[in-house]
């Protein structure tokens, strides 16, 4: 054995050693070469015990003990190999636990938590500057990092140490290892030997460990008695340490002990005698730091324990199964939790008794409360029977615990909660005596604010507590009322605060700066724990308290000022968003109190008010207190906005698209929760929105009649404060129902419309919803008056830049909104007949003939103008498109008004005389109604556009038995039926040229016209359309003979066949499939000709997201192609529904099959790694193969061996992947291939060619999905892989498993040979073979 002077030499040695380093590491430098060394010596499982001699030398040498203790700069080497030693003697104990002796392994255990505790007591000689000699007991303390890592390592082995044993009923119970003796004894042996056929003996390495254990100063310190029977003068036992070694049962008694001895000292420094000598005086003071220090650090120690138990530390492996950490969760749950709550409530308890008694704090109090709170915090956090399938967990993704019922004792306690809020309220008060420098505050900043910083988390978790822990209803109101009256103290304080920072300010001082940093924290803590009040007592449980009120007047209050903040901050830096500091805090906080709002005001209980009922005045109080706050967010919004435009307009700046596009979205979630706000009181909420746009639309009509060269920063700002609060107008009065059926939302709907009489019937409507139903009108006439003005002038001038075309945009998204929910609003919102129409407000305000047909006219009108005017105004036209089609889908009576409407008849002649018309086509065909500016302005509409436009015209006149609607809608597809018809002529005749640049043209616009007819799969009796285009499939397939070339036709066509499948697939009869079939078969032959086999696909390395995503663009055409095969795939699936269902013949699976296949043969050689780690088309293809693998296994041995063995590689490259579709998409087609084997023998052709396929997959699966460390979002698909892949052939099976052991330790080795002897059980691989497993 080497000595303990050479240890760190060896150690040292070694790391910096170069030819120890790992092959083809030899160059690598000094700090490189290090830690190589390092990872090599772990994994060799360090066999001389090289990391803990040299952690012993370390710490039983008194002069490296005192330099680290005084955490000398020249120590931070030693420090840095001290960590290191200890993270490497934990991973190898850890992952090689049984070729250890149980005896060494707990007496590591055990000596790791001493030493984190601080507990090294060393004398120490030193002189009295006469010559004397002063021997001085003193116990050293660790650097905070090494204790720390310490206590860590003895938590996680705590944690492989917790075993399992059964009770004499037969339960399963935490085996908390019940021996005594000293430190490290053979009882251990004996014990593990009782539960483990797999213990070792202690080797002589260890004897050696186990005695130089005994004499370091850490068991020296623990085993000394420290005079007087361990108690000072004033009776106070000074070091609470066992003399025996802690076992699982003592391990809380002495936790428990050293925090309760600390809370001793505290008290007896408050009483101690002021005549006691200076020296006894000192030697006191510094005997109780220690007990204190212990404390704190036992504290940490619960923590990680906790944290190790729950999972939530990942920085420590194991090297078990998912099976052990499950079963360390339940044990520990039973029993070990409930004790370390236990002992952290009452250090707790103590800790706030103490301080109301004496008003004393000092800096380890605190430390020692911060080190108690964070156990409460970490204990709260404890996912009950997440793991272990208990009866408690949290509930959904709300945030709320439901701890056992056991823990009411602990936790549901009103003294509890005014102890917490006290102390919390004390520390604020010190925190700002203390940076103010009102008097001298004895507890730093920084441990101040961390303990601040704890309470709140504390107070969040205490927030979050539901379920059976409460006896009753009126324990859990109780409760409540004590929570909300200490939240509200602290909302009146954080308010206070904050309000002398609403001003603009040019300069703060330090001071200031410090005291925003702490409410920064403290406001989005507080705001979060609203969200859990609200989120767990909801409306009904808070209504009922007495300062209902004053709880939602917090609410308004905290919003209110975290608004006027948010201008001041941005004014001062006069509009620059980006120079904003910390903006994002308060867009938190805000974001949270909206979510709030939401809860409360959308809250079902309150549907069920009655007048006077507690629902009602529940209702009455929400709308009385928050509706301010509304008004506020509107102008706070716009006033930024206005000054952020301003500032970027002044600058010539423009923002980054995609931080533009995230802003923008940003904004739309935070309108849509603003909206609940300012629906709680509808008048209040059109008022301001109505004066703030009636203020405005004068000076807009001003400046839309200035035409100037470019728009001023005054201008800007004016448009973009207008297109803020049209969107305000719009998330107000309506809901986005993309793929629902449009309606009013039900609080606009319940505010306009007259109130119910009926006392035996939920309250509805309003009192005053004649005016509130006046105000929307005018606010949405104001809106068409501001749009009409805009449009006559862009008819004038169509350049001024002061026609913002996103305030175009802007109105015409408000319009698709509004006219789709109010104009003849649905009969399912409510019934309206005639005679009741004029008492129902709002339903009757566009419910008339004459009323709705206006604004159907003036929307149509509209966008008529928009689509002549601004032709090459994309975000414009594509507005006015998704209008139009808003109002198309609606039922009959909307579109029989849109085809009575002038403009809609000009729309259709003008899409009728352009179908063949390019961009520069000179030829204008003269229509009555129409001028030639229109013309020329309607053909210069993006082809993309024009086909969208094309596809609301054909909604809007999809009506049957009504001759205007059939007429249109014919002469809409014989238009392009004729251009095409054309087109396909004079290629085939060789008229023109077919890469001429006009036949190039005319070319994308027949396909986009014919794409806009594909996607009209909303218009009454959708039949049609494949009735029309199934004659013209085969001839725009054949445009590849021309165009297979050309990429751009190319993804045209691809899209075209990819929308028509998406949408009329599963209408198709056989012969329009047919048809289908063979014309994408066609297509996709001469795609991959031209575009698959020798095309160069680069995918950059590292590269970011925003690139990655506009690099994926580039290869649309090839997720068009999955798509399309994914479409048709689907063909089959519902044909045999169908027929089993009706009993009449669809697609035969052969049919569908063929092509499915033959796709995937065209596109295969495009699917290399680069191109698969595009995430978007690597989950469309394994969804492709997934499907055709799990349903059509049979087919696959037909396959061309080229085309399998590519398919099968594909499986090979998903089934690791770090998408868990994908990797179990490739999971399920394996497990599928390898039943087919066994099956039907479908594959022999396959494997002659190759023998070692199955061998290969075998091999990759296990190293690269199974024996990875984390799998368990995909452990189950492997599992069902892995097993008939077993089954195949059980000899080379065995081979490769074989194969893969030698490379491992023989633990290792021992295990996975162990496993695969029982998975390759005949009985189980017999069941697999005949199908059954």
């Known amino acids: 054995m080497a000595t303990s002077t050479t240890a760190t030499q060896e150690l040292l040695t070694v790391l910096h050693n170069n030819q120890n380093s790992p092959p083809g590491s030899q160059h690598q430098q000094p700090l490189q070469t290090y830690h190589a060394n390092l990872q090599s010596l772990r994994d060799s499982g360090d066999k001389s015990f090289l990391f803990f001699r040299c952690f012993l030398e370390i710490t039983g040498n008194d002069d490296s003990l005192y330099s680290l203790s005084q955490q000398d700069p020249q120590s931070a080497q030693l420090a840095e190999l001290l960590f290191h030693c200890i993270l490497g003697f934990r991973h190898v104990i850890l992952h090689r636990w049984t070729q250890f002796s149980s005896r060494f392994r707990n007496s590591s255990r055990d000596f790791f938590f001493y030493l984190g505790l601080g507990l090294l007591r060393r004398k120490r000689t030193t002189t009295d500057g006469q010559g004397g000699m002063i021997v001085e007991d003193t116990t050293i303390r660790l650097p905070t990092m090494i204790a720390r890592v310490c206590l860590a390592t003895s938590a996680a082995l705590w944690k492989r140490s917790w075993k399992r044993r059964t009770k004499a009923d037969g339960t399963a119970a935490g085996n908390y290892n019940h021996h005594q003796g000293q430190f490290g004894t053979e009882e251990d042996d004996e014990q593990d030997q009782r539960e483990d056929l797999s213990v070792v003996a202690v080797s002589d390495k260890e004897v050696h460990l186990l005695q130089r254990m005994a004499l370091h100063p850490v068991w020296v310190a623990a085993t000394t008695d420290t005079g007087n029977n361990g108690y000072d003068d004033n009776g106070v036992q000074m070091l609470p340490v066992p003399l025996m070694m802690i076992n699982g049962e003592t391990l809380f008694e002495f936790c428990n002990e050293t925090v309760m001895h600390a809370l001793k000292c505290i008290k007896a420094n408050d009483t101690a005698s002021v005549n006691i000598q200076q020296q006894q005086q000192q030697q006191q003071q510094q005997q109780q730091r220690v007990i204190l220090h212990m404390a704190i650090m036992t504290c940490v120690f619960l923590s990680s324990l906790v944290g190790e138990f729950g999972g939530s530390n990942s920085a420590i492996t194991y090297n078990c199964p998912l099976e052990f950490h499950r079963t360390s969760h339940v044990l520990f749950e039973q029993e070990g939790i409930s004790k370390v709550l236990n002992i952290a409530m009452g250090g707790l308890s103590g800790i706030v008794s103490n301080w109301n008694n004496h008003n004393v704090i000092q800096d380890d109090s605190v430390e020692l409360a911060l080190g108690v709170v964070d156990v409460i915090v970490d204990v709260l956090g404890w996912e009950f029977g997440s793991i272990g399938g208990g009866q408690w967990g949290r509930t959904g993704g709300s945030g709320l615990v439901r701890p056992p019922e056991s823990w009411r004792e602990y936790l549901i306690r009103p003294d509890l909660l005014g102890a917490v809020f006290y102390v919390y309220t004390s520390m604020r008060s010190l925190g700002g005596r203390k940076e103010q420098g009102q008097g001298q505050a004895p507890v730093t900043i920084t441990v101040l604010r961390r303990f601040q910083h704890s309470l709140r988390q504390l107070l969040i978790g205490l927030a979050s507590i539901t379920g059976s822990i409460f006896q009753d209803k009126a324990e859990k109101g109780a409760y409540l009322e004590y929570f909300v009256n200490g939240l509200l103290s602290v909302l009146s304080m954080i308010v206070s605060d904050l309000s002398p920072f609403a001003s603009v300010q040019e300069e703060r001082s330090s001071v200031e700066e410090m005291l925003l940093e702490e409410l920064q924290r403290e406001t989005v803590d507080f705001c979060w724990m609203l969200m859990r009040i609200v989120t767990n007592f909801r409306v009904e449980g808070l209504s009922v308290l007495q300062n209902f009120s004053s709880f939602l007047s917090a609410i308004s209050s905290i919003g209110d000022v975290l608004l006027q903040i948010s201008v001041a901050e941005l004014a001062a830096v006069q509009g620059d968003a980006e120079a904003v500091a910390d903006g994002d805090w308060r867009n938190e906080a805000i974001g949270q109190l909206l979510e709030v709002v939401c809860l409360l005001s959308e809250d079902h209980w309150l549907l069920s008010a009655r007048s006077g009922n507690l629902q009602d005045m529940a209702r009455h109080a929400l709308a009385s207190s928050l509706s301010p706050l509304y008004g506020t967010y509107v102008l706070c919004r716009i006033e930024m906005a206005k000054m952020e435009e301003y500032y970027l307009t002044v600058n010539a700046a423009d923002l980054d698209e995609v931080k533009e596009e995230i802003s923008g979205a940003s904004m739309n979630e935070e309108m849509d929760a603003a909206s609940s706000l300012g629906r709680v009181h509808l008048p209040s909420s059109l008022s301001c929105l109505s004066s703030a746009l009636q203020s405005r639309v004068p000076m807009l009509q001003a400046l839309f009649a200035m035409d100037t060269e470019c728009v001023t920063p005054d201008a800007a700002a004016l448009l973009e404060e207008a297109r803020l609060l049209i969107m305000c107008t719009g998330h107000l009065l309506t809901d986005d129902c993309a793929g629902e059926t449009p309606f009013i939302p039900e609080a606009v709907l319940n505010s306009c419309v007259k109130p119910s009489d009926s006392p035996h019937t939920f309250k509805t409507g309003s009192d005053d919803f004649a005016a509130t139903t006046n105000a929307i009108s005018q606010i949405v006439n104001l809106l068409m008056g501001l749009a009409e003005c ?544």
């Open 790 to 1333: 805009q449009v006559s002038k862009v008819a004038m001038s169509p350049n001024n830049p002061n026609l913002s075309p996103l305030l175009a945009k802007t109105l015409l998204w408000f319009f698709t909104r509004w006219s789709s929910a109010y104009i003849l609003p649905s009969s399912s919102a409510s019934p309206l007949s005639e005679s009741e129409s004029g008492q129902n407000g709002i339903l009757a305000t566009w419910h008339n003939q004459e009323m709705s047909q206006q604004v159907v006219s003036f929307c149509v009108t509209l966008c008529l103008h928009y689509f002549t005017l601004w032709p090459h105004e994309t975000q414009v036209i594509q507005g006015s498109s998704e209008l139009l089609l808003s109002l198309a889908k609606r039922e009959r009576n909307v579109k029989i008004l849109l085809m009575s409407c002038p403009s809609m008849e000009q729309l259709f002649n003008l899409h009728v005389c352009t179908a063949g018309q390019i961009h520069s086509s000179s030829e204008n065909i003269a229509i009555s109604g129409i001028s030639e500016n229109m013309v020329s302005a309607f053909k210069r509409i993006p082809y993309k556009y024009r086909a969208s436009i094309l596809t609301a015209i054909l909604t809007s006149c999809s009506e049957l038995n009504d001759t205007k609607s059939e007429s249109c809608f014919t002469g809409c597809l014989q238009a392009v039926q004729n251009s095409f018809h054309k087109l396909v002529e004079a290629l085939q005749q060789k008229k023109v040229r077919s890469h001429d640049v006009f036949t190039l043209e005319m070319t994308c616009l027949c396909v986009e016209l014919f794409s806009g007819i594909a996607r009209a799969s909303e218009i009454c009796h959708p039949e049609r359309i494949p009735i029309f285009m199934t004659p013209f499939l085969s001839q725009l397939a054949g445009l590849m003979n021309f165009y297979a070339a050309d990429l751009t036709i190319c993804e045209l066509l691809l899209v075209l066949f990819r929308d028509y499948t998406e949408r009329f697939i599963v209408a198709l009869d056989r012969e329009q499939c047919m048809t289908v079939f063979r014309a994408s078969a066609d297509l996709l032959n001469g795609y991959s000709t031209n575009h698959c086999q020798s095309r160069v696909i680069r995918k950059a390395v590292n590269d970011s997201e925003e690139n990655n995503v506009q690099e994926e663009q580039n290869y649309n055409d090839v997720l068009c192609a999955i798509q399309l095969l994914n479409n048709i795939g689907a063909k089959d699936f519902v044909d045999s529904f169908s027929s089993e269902r009706t009993g009449t013949k669809g697609v035969d699976s052969n049919e569908v099959i063929e092509v499915v296949f033959y796709g995937l043969k065209q596109i295969l050689p495009l699917m290399t790694n680069g191109l698969l780690h595009f995430p978007t088309l690597c989950k469309q293809y394994f969804s492709l193969l997934g499907f055709m693998m799990d349903t059509y296994p049979d087919k696959i041995g037909m396959l061309p061996f080229d085309l399998f063995i590519g398919i099968f590689n594909s499986m090979l490259f998903g089934m690791s992947h770090t998408d868990l579709f994908v990797s179990k998409s490739s999971l399920q087609g394996i497990a599928a291939l390898c039943r087919e084997q066994i099956e039907s023998k479908s594959l022999s052709n396959h494997l002659t060619q190759n023998p070692s396929m199955f061998d290969e997959c075998s091999k990759r699966i296990l190293e690269e999905v199974i024996f990875q460390n984390i799998i368990w979002d995909r452990i189950e698909p492997a599992a069902n892989a892995l097993l008939p892949l077993a089954a195949v052939d059980m000899n080379r099976f065995a081979a490769v498993v074989n194969t893969i052991s030698q490379q491992l330790d023989n633990e290792k080795k021992h295990k996975i040979q162990e496993a695969f002897q029982k998975l390759m059980d005949p009985e189980v691989i017999g069941k697999v073979s005949k199908g059954n497993g």
